[in-house]
């Protein structure tokens, strides 16, 4: 039965968020938003903690190794892949500056973070967002449904309909995707795929 019940509590929050037009179109802006910035020759940041970070490890190799077909990389990063990086910025300026320097370091006006947290208050993420808007990077937040920090900082939001830490995290991997597949088939000019 809780594989049962695991399943549904997944299916039903992708169902609100495919009823939910507001978040639809939010999704759309988002993409919208990432391809203006490729046609203007600027890269997307993603950064986030524990699951977050592989997601937004996954989310960075979908854009720059391909997602349904085969086409030149687009530029992408994640902020939480180098080893070296963070523990000399743990170490020397701390971990709530882990991905706020690297934003100081390598982000340019008109670039893309991309800030995935499931509870929307990780410090981090915050100060890396704060980061970003004084550099005129177009900040999007990927969270959850409380009411948090990030709401009032980044640019676009896009709020999973769950609390449940594990069932946000498999609905920001599809928004990922989701988005890469927009990004990916309108710079591109293929079909549709879905």
């Known amino acids: 039965m809780f594989i049962e019940n695991y399943i549904q509590k997944s299916i039903e929050t992708k169902q609100k968020i495919l009823n939910d037009a507001n978040i639809l179109a939010e999704i759309q802006q988002v993409a919208s938003v990432i391809i203006s910035a490729y046609e203007n020759g600027k890269k997307v940041l993603t950064a986030g903690n524990g699951g ?10 979908e ?3 391909k997602f349904f077909f085969d ?5 992408a990063f994640s902020l939480a892949t180098d080893t070296s990086i963070l523990t000399a910025i743990g170490n020397d300026y701390g971990y709530e500056n882990s991905f706020s320097r690297q934003i100081q370091a390598n982000a340019n006006e008109g670039d893309v973070f991309i800030a995935i947290s499931t509870s929307g208050n990780s410090k981090n993420i915050v100060k890396a967002i704060l980061e970003a808007k004084k550099k005129n990077v177009t900040t999007v937040g990927l969270v ?6 990030m709401d ?6 896009i709020k999973v309909p769950s609390e449940s830490t594990a069932t ?3 609905s920001h ?3 990922g995707h989701i988005i890469c597949a927009l990004v990916e088939e309108t710079i591109f000019k293929r079909e549709k795929v879905c």
């Open 63 to 65: 854009l720059v190794s």
């Open 173 to 175: 991997i599809m928004l």
């Open 168 to 170: 946000i995290q498999e």
């Open 71 to 75: 086409r030149p990389g687009l530029s």
């Open 52 to 61: 977050s970070a592989g997601d937004a490890q996954h989310i960075a190799g």
């Open 152 to 157: 009032n900082l980044c640019d676009y939001i």
């Open 144 to 149: 959850g449904q409380k009411a948090c920090e």
